[in-house]
């Protein structure tokens, strides 16, 4: 599956972005769904995932009380929702795909390597 992420841009510190990633066609399987971000002269890490039905959502401690995941299938795409947003989160964010299925509550994954395909980065800028 090929996905696109968008939405990124330049904010001031206390605003909001939301970020989409559209997958290129509708899928023939489903999949979890997760954020990730690479600031500048940092390794990527985790920042929100969502299971294949919408019923696990994961955050990173820095995501949480201020970045909402959700999904929309009907348009085969998932958005990340950021709100207060700090000049630490400027970051390249990524999303990815985990082939998955199974149990509407099985957990989302979290970690790089579970996650078999990659969209291109959007470039999120905070300033302060």
């Known amino acids: 599956v090929q996905l696109q992420a968008s939405g990124g841009g330049l904010v001031q510190a206390g605003g909001s972005l939301r970020l989409s990633c559209a997958a290129s066609r509708r899928p023939s399987s489903s999949y979890a769904v997760g954020w990730f971000r690479q600031a500048p002269g940092k390794e990527r890490e985790f920042v929100a995932a969502i299971n294949w039905k919408g019923y696990s959502l994961r955050y990173a401690d820095s995501a949480k009380g201020r970045f909402t995941v959700s999904r929309d299938d009907a348009k085969n795409s998932v958005h990340l929702q950021m709100n207060s947003l700090k000049p630490e989160d400027t970051a390249v964010y990524y999303c990815?795909?985990?082939?998955?299925?199974?149990?509407?509550?099985?957990?989302?994954?979290?970690?790089?390597?579970?996650?078999?395909?990659w969209g291109q980065g959007t470039l999120v800028t905070v300033s302060s």
């Open positions: 990815a795909a985990h082939r998955q299925s199974g149990s509407l509550r099985i957990v989302a994954p979290t970690t790089e390597n579970e996650f078999e395909y």
